[in-house]
């Protein structure tokens, strides 16, 4: 076991965190404990996970020193509701992540606390559906999964992929670690301000009734609003311009006709990698 720092704020609120060193999926394991009837506000974290798993069965690499963490909670709210709790990690994510990152200047001769010569602050963005960028770049990964259980109650885990030290290579999209930014950064660290920032933002969704909030604020954060987007979905390619993300968290597509299409699902490619096909 590993000691993953739980701030005082969160446990206050009754979260719980479990701490791994290698782990095969934390996923896996917080879905374990809500089948055998764990209660909620429960955080599993690991150093490294084997057997990740990202969107669509993806596979999700985590080598040791990243982190992967993923939240067990059981929401007194309608089924209905559940999906926002991904908009929540997003943006409860895209603080802390921000608030980690330095503001260090590139200008010649003026080193990072480190004594490297630092590189500025990075924009960190959303990117629809469950992505966070940094300068365009993914950063990290969120994977929401519903758990049935007795009585019509129904148990959420959300998984979070942070690329800490290292980020993978051979994507068909650029990816990046925050030791890109500041090498000082570690798992630790950044599980302790998300899970600071998550009951932050978890106490404005309010049982959903915060959503509207909490979608305004993953709007103002988001990646690519106003850029030429393609997406792809089961039932084809569609190509246009990335006009906002409307109050129920869909994409909004402007396709060449003009018309406005809503996007519920779908692979998300703007900026260089516009032209997937």
Do not use: C
């Amino acid at each position: 076991m590993v000691a993953f720092p739980l701030p005082l704020v969160a446990r206050e609120a009754g979260y719980r965190v479990i701490g791994f060193d290698s782990i095969g999926s934390t996923n896996a394991e917080a879905i374990t404990a809500a089948r055998a009837g764990e209660a909620d506000k429960l955080w599993f974290a690991a150093l490294q996970q084997t057997t990740g798993r990202g969107r669509r069965g993806r596979a999700w690499e985590s080598p040791y020193g990243n982190l992967a963490a993923s939240l067990l909670i059981q929401p007194n709210v309608p089924s209905a509701a559940l999906a926002s709790l991904g908009f929540v990690a997003g943006v409860a994510l895209n603080d802390a992540l921000s608030r980690l990152l330095p503001d260090v200047s590139m200008r010649s001769g003026v080193d990072g606390a480190d004594g490297r010569i630092g590189r500025s602050a990075a924009r960190i963005a959303l990117k629809w559906p469950n992505d966070l960028l940094a300068d365009g770049a993914k950063l990290a990964g969120i994977l929401l999964e519903a758990i049935p259980r007795q009585y019509g109650h129904t148990a959420v885990v959300i998984g979070i992929g942070v690329n800490v030290v290292a980020a993978p290579q051979g994507l068909p999209y650029p990816a990046v670690a925050l030791s890109s930014f500041n090498p000082a950064i570690d798992a630790a660290m950044v599980f302790e301000t998300l899970a600071e920032s998550w009951v932050r933002w978890y106490d404005v969704w309010d049982n959903g009734q915060g959503t509207a909030r909490i979608i305004e604020r993953w709007r103002d954060n988001a990646a690519g609003i106003g850029s030429e987007v393609v997406v792809q979905r089961s039932q084809g390619v569609l190509r246009g311009i990335f006009e906002s993300i409307d109050d129920a968290g869909h994409l909004i597509v402007r396709d060449d006709e003009g018309q406005r299409i809503a996007i519920t699902a779908g692979d998300v490619h703007f900026g260089t990698t516009a032209t997937l096909r």
